[in-house]
Structure formats: structure tokens, C-alpha cells
């Protein structure tokens, strides 16, 4: 359904990241690898990033494809950040909202992406949608199912420390499973960061990290080349990643699983990248 990509770590321009590398996010709008529904991410993209002293990040979203706007080329050339996070899109239903409903949404210094589909939306979160407040219901940026998911994974930031470590993962967490459970065969990889940490979940689609030699974390839907030090990140599983260390858990029951080192979930649940 779309295709995302979080990095934290030393500065660096936006298309170095998302513009250059032979697979980057710019050709996965055409030309995915590893996409297991739809084909074609064309229907809006964005990019969020944050400047050095602000801890608000700024964003740049279209309703049309990534490709067709010569303006972000320009952009990501001179633009650098030491964290963000960009989307391609491709909508679940077509329908109004254009560039609104592409991510990233945003709210403080949180910028949020959802990879997947709620399924029989908008019907199964009538119950849970209920659950929150009529204000945060009202300010929804999109009629779309991922603006809801959002508003959800913001109600628990907002009721949390968000300055306690594991916050943005702990709320991702509560949320996949709130929602797969009011609505089984969701797709929900969600992507999130403060601009010091991202949290990530596989659910239902392909999630891939990166610890780069150099220095920095990206997170994303597919590898963006193929540099074997990609990792690819299990079903169902909950990650949490700073600038040089990755964990990950396993999501059947977050509350009884602390997070462990990548390396140690990896070596006890093998894995095979796909190539």
C-alpha cells in the first residue's frame, strides 16, 4: 500500500537518503522490490525532517507522485537533518483529502507513518475510534484510515512520559494491537520518531533496518540497495532504534517481553533476507 523510510544519525542531506541509492524511496514509487500489495505508489508522497536546534520538524507533502515534482529534487539536494521520515503513497481507496492524507502526520516534535490497511475501515473502529476524545476525532487531517491509527498512537503519547525512554515504541505497540484485535487481517507497519529515536512495527508487510558503519539507523519498508548489512525484521515484531543500536520484540504480547538486542532476537529466530 506504501512505502516508508526513518533514518537517525549524523547529518545528511535528504537525497542522499531517499533520491540516490539504486532502490531509494523516489524509485519504489514506480518501481517497489519487495511490495507485497499494490504496485504503484503514486498517490501523494511526503518527507519530514528536522533542522538543528528545532525539535519541530518541518514537512513537505504533495498529492501527487514523488517523481513529478521537480521542486523536491531541489529540495533534497541542499536540505540536510540529522533525522526524518518520508512516505510514498498508494491509497487504500480513492477518495478526496489529496496531499493531507499523505504522510508524514505530524503533531509536536512526533512525525508518524502507516505502511498497510485497515480492514473493513471504516466500520471495524467504530468502538475504538470512540474511545477518543471528540477534539482529537475533529482535528483528523484525513477521512482515511491512517490519519485514525495516527490519532490513536498520539492519544497514548499524549497520556504517556514522552520523555521516557521506549515511549514511541510502547505507544506503537498498544496501538497494532488495539486495532488488530477490533480488526483481525490489518496490515499495520507503523513508523515513528521524535527525531532522537524511531519505533517501528512489522505487521503484515516488509520492514528492513540498517545500522550504517559510519554512523545512523535507517528504517524502512525495503532496502534501499544491497548492501548485505541489511536486516530484515520479523513478523510481528515491535522495533526500537537510536542512532547506533536496534531492538526489537516480539508483539504477541509486548507486556511480557522486554526488548532485546537485534543481534540476539536475530540469532534466535533466523531469518533469510530475500533477494
Request: with cysteine; aromatic share 8%; charged share 20%.
Amino acid at each position: 500500500m506504501c512505502r516508508h523510510l526513518a533514518y537517525v544519525g549524523p547529518p545528511e542531506p535528504l537525497g542522499r537518503l531517499l533520491v540516490e541509492p539504486p532502490h531509494a524511496l523516489y524509485r519504489q514509487s514506480w518501481a517497489p522490490r519487495r511490495q507485497r500489495y499494490g504496485t504503484v505508489n503514486a498517490d501523494g508522497f511526503g518527507v519530514g525532517w528536522y533542522a538543528e536546534g528545532d525539535p519541530v520538524p518541518a514537512r513537505y507533502r504533495r498529492a501527487g507522485p514523488i517523481w513529478a515534482d521537480q521542486s523536491f529534487a531541489d529540495l533534497a539536494r541542499v536540505v540536510r537533518t540529522r533525522a526524518l521520515l518520508a512516505a510514498v503513497r498508494d491509497a487504500t481507496l480513492a477518495g478526496a483529502d489529496a496531499e493531507a492524507a499523505a504522510a508524514p502526520f505530524a503533531s509536536g516534535p512526533w512525525l508518524f507513518s502507516h505502511n498497510g490497511a485497515v480492514r473493513d475501515w471504516p466500520g471495524s473502529l467504530a468502538r475504538v475510534s470512540a474511545g477518543l476524545p471528540a477534539g482529537e476525532l475533529l482535528s483528523l487531517e484525513a477521512r482515511n484510515d491512517s490519519a485514525l491509527v495516527w490519532a490513536l498512537v498520539l492519544h497514548r503519547l499524549r497520556a504517556g512520559a514522552t520523555d521516557v525512554p521506549g515511549a514511541g515504541a510502547r505507544a506503537l505497540a498498544g496501538t497494532v494491537l488495539e486495532v488488530a484485535a477490533a480488526s483481525p487481517g490489518s496490515r499495520l507497519n507503523l513508523l515513528l520518531t521524535d527525531g532522537a529515536a524511531v519505533a517501528a512495527t512489522a505487521w503484515g508487510d516488509t520492514l528492513w533496518y540498517l545500522t550504517r558503519p559510519g554512523g545512523g539507523t535507517v528504517v524502512a519498508s525495503e532496502p534501499y540497495d544491497d548492501d548485505p548489512r541489511w536486516q530484515e525484521v520479523p513478523d510481528r515484531t515491535l522495533l526500537a532504534a537510536s542512532g547506533t543500536d536496534v531492538l526489537l520484540t516480539p508483539l504477541a504480547d509486548p507486556r511480557e517481553n522486554a526488548l532485546v538486542p537485534a543481534a540476539a532476537a536475530a540469532s534466535a529466530s533466523p531469518k533469510e533476507p530475500r533477494t
